[in-house]
């Protein structure tokens, strides 16, 4: 599409901060005013449409796309995106280890992983079942209940960006980290891709493993900003 705007505006509506081009309000694919909560997601998603050139690429306005998540589908499908993101209680990364072959590997896991599952223990009053191998073992249900109501407490623009960073790291665990601010995002990227780093250290560096890894990175990233900025 081409650029058909000169000028980027925020303003101010009742319920947050409204982005204008030429004056006119931005709407989202699903025709809803794109209005955010606060002024400092409001300002950097007019900074994505203002950094536009004559062509507009969606693929370099990450904000803007999670804001249209938020507006289009958690709303108005809260339920079942809230279902999906606390799917992964029963099947949270962190519950799988390596095999006894694989014990190197495991005691890595063990080292790394433990501390926070041990964070969620305390804060929300659970246990968790780990599991050797790739075998699926359900988790106790006062766990699933408990890690639900976590994610269902949150506002519609945290639970946006929370679907995005429940899959880019496989962790739920994880996610409730970050959305506490318990851990920061570069130690709980690093947690995420824990397996695959190993391997590197092991085995060598696979290019193609890695430039797949930087643009789920750069995702992981983008939707860690629009946490923060929704938030701020």
Do not use: C
């Amino acid at each position: 599409m081409k650029r058909f705007y000169n000028k980027v505006q925020i303003a101010s509506e009742v319920k947050g901060f409204a982005i204008q081009l030429d004056g006119r309000p931005v709407k989202t694919p699903a025709r809803n005013l794109l209005i955010l909560p606060t002024k400092a997601l409001a300002g950097a998603i007019a900074a994505e449409w203002e950094a536009q050139g004559e062509d507009i690429d969606p693929a370099t306005m990450p904000l803007t796309a999670l804001a249209q998540g938020a507006l289009d589908q958690v709303v108005r499908e809260r339920e079942r995106i809230v279902s999906r993101i606390a799917g992964f209680a029963d099947s949270d990364m962190l519950y799988f280890r390596a095999e006894e072959t694989q014990q190197a590997l495991a005691d890595h896991q063990a080292e790394k992983w433990d501390p926070l599952l041990e964070w969620a223990r305390a804060r929300f009053d659970v246990s968790f079942h780990l599991v050797r191998g790739i075998m699926h073992e359900s988790q106790p249900d006062e766990t699933i209940i408990r890690l639900g109501q976590a994610v269902e407490a949150q506002d519609d623009f945290t639970i946006a960006a929370m679907l995005s960073l429940v899959g880019l790291s496989g962790s739920l665990v994880a996610t409730l980290a970050l959305v506490e601010t318990a851990y920061d995002a570069q130690t709980l990227w690093s947690l995420a891709n824990l397996e695959e780093l190993w391997q590197e250290e092991q085995w060598g560096r696979d290019d193609l493993a890695v430039a797949t890894r930087e643009i789920k990175r750069a995702e992981f990233e983008a939707a860690v900003r629009f946490l923060e900025l929704a938030r701020s």
